[in-house]
Structure formats: structure tokens, C-alpha cells
């Protein structure tokens, strides 16, 4: 038994070596990593084969999403509208942590994304989340431009104002945003929500006896059943020690 596993574990290895092998002959042989053909595009694959595994990846891609499983180990289930597991996701961030990027690997990088940003900023989508529609005239869509706003608040912002300083820097007494209403404290939005909050408050106790008691004060007329606790009072037998 164990001479047998011993022996497949030499093979998986073998196979291994040779794959690598053959992988690195023919890249340095300007030929296709996958088919063998000649490859003049700088890559490891040639065009036809980089499709190919193109389509093969999104499909793999979708096949995983529909059964709910990470697209990168096909074996751990997902949460949420996270597309891989927890354990792959820790696997990717230590190897990006311990990795050093060679200067031809930088510049590789910035100019895809400078392709990106180029190509996305004609079809007019949004160069932040390259999903939406950007806003006319604008690079960004507006949950974008509204997130870029709120970094640069805080960047040239002081993290930490007190609330009685706040208006001095032109933000909202409750939740930090820039007023957009004159004379007022607080913006637009706070001042709906607060707004809504003194209308679905019922009235306490202490104010509705404070009108009963003062109504006369406040040029309130009384209802018939104190007008008429009024005259029982008066008309009392023993009302004349009150009325003294």
C-alpha cells in the first residue's frame, strides 16, 4: 500500500517537473506555453489560447457562483456578495504581503490601469467602480464622486472636531457633512430626519397638562367639561372657605 502511494506521488511529481519544463522551453522560445505555435505577442499564450481560457475561466467563474462555492478552491462556500472564501482571500493578502513587485511588474500594472481609465473614460462609465454610468460631463458616477468627496473632506478635514466647532468649518452640527441650507446648523438631510422625528412623537404628559393648566394664559378657551367642573365648584356647599 504504501509502496503504491509512494509510486503515484513520484509520478505527480515527475508530471509536475516536466510541465514546468516544457512550460519554460518554449517561453523562452518565443512559442505558445499551451498549443506549442509560434507566439509573438510577448505573453505566454497566444491569442487563440488566451481566449480559450478566457471563456474557460468565466464559465468555471459562473458555475461556482451558482452553486454558491468560491470561484478560486471550488470547495468553501461564499457569504454575502464575497466571490471567494475567507481562507483564499487570506492566502491571496499573505503572498501579496511577502511579495516583491520587480519594476517591469509596476510598470506592467500602471499601464493596464491607464488602459483601463482611458477605454472606460470614452464609453463614459465610471472610472472608480467601472460598473455605472458616469455622470454627464463627469469621469464618475455619483456614488463614486459622493465616496471621493467624503476622502477628501477628511483628508484636508480634521478627523476630530468637536461639535460646538463644527459650524466654524462649514459642517453639520450632527453628522460632520457640508451645509448646503442657510442659517441653519445642520443640513438638509438631518433636518428631514429630525423633522420626521417631531412628527411621529406623540405629545408627552407633561405638555398636555401644562396647556390644561396655563390654557387661560395662552388664550385657549376651555372645553364644556371644565366649564362645568368650574360651576359645581362655585355652586359647592363648601365653596365659600375657597372662595375667602
Known amino acids: ?131 455605472l454610468k458616469a455622470v454627464p460631463g463627469k469621469t464618475r458616477c455619483g456614488i463614486c464622486a459622493e465616496k471621493e468627496r467624503r476622502r477628501e473632506r477628511q483628508r484636508y478635514v480634521p478627523a476630530a472636531i468637536p461639535r460646538a466647532e463644527r459650524n466654524l468649518y462649514g459642517l453639520c452640527h450632527t453628522c460632520s457633512n457640508r451645509l448646503d441650507m442657510d442659517g441653519m446648523k445642520i443640513c438638509s438631510k438631518c433636518y428631514a430626519d429630525l423633522k420626521k422625528t417631531r412628527e411621529a412623537k406623540a405629545p408627552s404628559h407633561w405638555r398636555r397638562d401644562n396647556r390644561m393648566t396655563f390654557r387661560s394664559r395662552q388664550g385657549y378657551s376651555c372645553d364644556p367639561l371644565t366649564e362645568n367642573a368650574k360651576r359645581i365648584f362655585r355652586t359647592a356647599p363648601y365653596a365659600g372657605a375657597f372662595m375667602k
Open 1 to 131: 500500500m504504501s509502496e503504491a502511494i509512494n509510486s503515484s506521488d513520484n509520478g505527480r511529481m515527475a508530471a509536475y517537473t516536466n510541465g514546468k519544463r516544457r512550460y519554460w522551453e518554449r517561453k523562452n522560445s518565443h512559442l505558445c506555453t499551451l498549443c506549442g505555435k509560434a507566439n509573438d505577442t510577448g505573453g505566454a499564450c497566444c491569442p487563440e489560447c488566451r481566449a480559450k481560457e478566457s471563456e474557460r475561466g468565466r464559465k468555471n467563474r459562473q458555475f461556482y457562483a451558482e452553486l454558491g462555492l468560491c470561484h478560486k478552491c471550488g470547495k468553501n462556500r461564499i457569504f454575502g456578495s464575497e466571490k471567494r472564501c475567507p481562507e483564499c482571500r487570506a492566502k491571496v493578502s499573505a503572498y501579496e504581503a511577502g511579495r516583491i513587485r520587480t519594476d517591469r511588474e509596476r510598470e506592467k500594472d500602471s499601464s493596464r490601469r491607464r488602459r483601463r481609465y482611458q477605454e472606460s473614460r470614452e464609453q463614459g462609465i465610471c472610472v472608480g467602480c467601472y460598473k
